[in-house]
């Protein structure tokens, strides 16, 4: 009989421990150990007296029924902003989804390519919320030494290749 079948393993008992396969992709991630130790004294304290007043305010909120209907009024109006602009993306995305099919016009008058430069001209504003991240992530590390420590534990994100 073999020392697997005796042990129920599918390895001898004295071979190296690997990991496993599912394991392999989160090895990079070992890259964010060093950083968590150098990030934080990075940060400039800057605006923590403000913090600090905002988590006070937030523990014992006013109820005076001025800031109260304040509060009301200004929740009025973000709903009502909030529900214009999901029905003005859902009509929008709606419209520039069927005239960047390249089906549509294909079937419409045989020619792919105004498919083609419609999805790269709407290219430029879906990466706008990537430059508003890049932006932040500038001014929190204000492109001291951990930048680019910073940038190699997220390669996949677009904005950081061209930096």
Do not use: K, Y
Not at 11 to 27: G, I, T
Not at 34 to 49: F, K, M, N, T, V
Request: glycine share 12%.
């Amino acid at each position: 009989m073999n020392q697997a079948a005796v042990t129920g393993l599918h390895q001898p008992v004295n071979a190296p421990l690997r990991p496993a396969a599912p394991l392999w992709p989160l090895l990079p991630a070992l890259v964010v150990l060093p950083l968590a130790l150098l990030l934080p004294g990075l940060l400039h304290g800057g605006g923590w007296d403000l913090v600090g007043q905002f988590a006070l305010a937030a523990l014992q909120p006013s109820l005076d029924p001025l800031v109260l209907g304040s509060v009301l009024g200004g929740l009025g109006v973000t709903l009502g902003i909030a529900l214009l602009g999901w029905a003005g993306s859902l009509a929008l995305g709606l419209v520039l989804g069927i005239a960047s099919s390249r089906v549509v016009w294909h079937t419409a008058w045989g020619h792919r390519w105004p498919a083609e430069l419609i999805r790269r001209l709407l290219a430029l504003p879906r990466s706008i919320h990537e430059l508003l991240w890049g932006l932040l992530c500038c001014n929190c590390w204000a492109c001291s030494q951990a930048w680019p420590w910073w940038r190699s534990c997220c390669p996949s994100v677009p904005w950081w290749r061209g930096w």
